[in-house]
């Protein structure tokens, strides 16, 4: 009996196969005029989307290269304040409380 169920199988797949090899020819102009904008517009969504993503990397990295350049620029006010008031000097920035 499974021989029996796998050749009724068989013979159901050959059939839907060669049904699709015989419409092939006639239905895909049909689909290809209609999958072909739906593609372009999926590509011309992704260029959007990189662009913006590189766009959105860009400020990102501007505003870390900003911070880090603050605090650089604190650092060495602080290291100058403390070499100035290591050497007695002690006109440093007032502390507050």
């Keep these: 009996m499974a021989?029996?169920?796998n050749g009724v199988k068989m013979g159901t797949g050959l059939a839907i196969g060669l049904g699709v090899l015989i419409l092939a020819p006639a239905v895909a102009p049909a689909v290809a005029a209609v999958v072909k904008p739906v593609a372009k517009a999926a590509i011309k969504s992704?260029?959007?989307l990189f662009e913006k993503v590189v766009e959105m990397i860009a400020e990102a990295k501007e505003s870390v290269e900003d911070l880090a350049a603050e605090a650089h620029a604190?650092?060495?006010q602080e290291r100058r304040s403390a070499e100035a008031a290591a050497q007695g000097g002690g006109a440093g920035p007032a502390e507050e409380a």
Excluded: F, K, Q
Aim: charged residues 20%; hydrophobic residues 65%; proline residues 0%.
């Design 46 to 48: 992704g260029i959007l």
């Design 74 to 76: 604190e650092l060495v």
């Design 3 to 5: 021989l029996l169920d």
